[in-house]
């Protein structure tokens, strides 16, 4: 019988890399938000959408169909209704939900930074967004080109411009969800908080724009700004009451400087130590 010691030791433990640790929070956040409601809004945006553009370019064309027939789903309120809808579903228990548990004091404490969190949660957040902002347009001109209702060339460029107006929704209503969600610890608060707030501004600009009729007021729209855009990339002929260029700026900078605002929320919140 041996006395000797074990010839065996623990192995020491490898951090994953921030990569690991931001792809670990998007998984979570992407499943976490996959629930019934998330779901009917995605299939009625892409329902309603590409049913719309189909009527328009392939049942029902408009001789020559061009790049201007797809701008018909993002010339009225209907589309950014939808990404506000899905935006409500899945950004108003983002961040609240972890503030409401706590469990934020262990996503923030080390090795895990606030680049990390916040990265994934918006990274997951954006996904669900986007699929709403996007999918729509890119899956119709995909059908539209195959049934032969327009060219490759059109239905590329209509591929385009659908991701470069979804990104520029996607950029602000993801900035959004997570600074309402940010700073209350109920989702119920930061869903009505994120409806109340759009609906609320539309509603104002509406109104005052109508009274006073300040060429200004239209960029206060985030609706109104994102027609316009729309407008722009698809080269459609309606008649704009912004500058696009002008409009996608103040969209931008408005999602960049909710992400700042989030960020400044979160740093206040206090951290379990390594």
Not at 81 to 105: F, K, P, Y
Not at 206 to 214: K, M, S, V, Y
């Amino acid at each position: 019988m041996s006395i000797a010691p074990p010839r065996y030791a623990a192995e020491s433990i490898v951090r994953v890399g921030r990569g690991s640790r931001i792809a670990a929070i998007f998984e979570r956040e992407v499943g976490a938000r996959a629930g019934v409601g998330t779901w009917l809004v995605v299939a009625f945006a892409f329902l309603s959408n590409i049913l719309v553009l189909l009527i328009r370019i392939v049942i029902f064309p408009s001789e020559p169909v061009g790049l201007s027939a797809f701008s018909t789903p993002y010339g009225g309120t209907l589309w950014p209704l939808e990404i506000l809808l899905v935006t409500a579903a899945t950004g108003a228990g983002s961040i609240a939900e972890d503030l409401a548990s706590r469990s934020i004091t262990l996503y923030l404490s080390r090795p895990i930074h606030l680049v990390d969190y916040l990265g994934g949660k918006a990274a997951g957040l954006a996904f669900w967004i986007g699929l709403v902002a996007m999918g729509p347009g890119v899956v119709a001109a995909i059908m539209a080109a195959a049934l032969g209702g327009v060219s490759a060339s059109i239905a590329l460029s209509a591929i385009l411009a659908c991701v470069g107006l979804g990104l520029l929704a996607t950029a602000f209503f993801t900035g959004l969800a997570l600074a309402l969600s940010a700073w209350t610890a109920r989702a119920l608060y930061a869903g009505v908080a994120i409806f109340g707030l759009i609906l609320g501004l539309e509603i104002s600009v509406l109104a005052i724009w109508g009274t006073t009729g300040n060429a200004q007021i239209p960029y206060l729209s985030v609706f109104v700004d994102l027609q316009n855009v729309a407008y722009y990339v698809f080269q459609s002929p309606g008649i704009t009451s912004t500058y696009p260029g002008l409009s996608a700026v103040y969209v931008g900078a408005a999602g960049a400087f909710l992400i700042l605002l989030t960020w400044l929320r979160l740093e206040r919140v206090e951290v379990v130590g390594e």
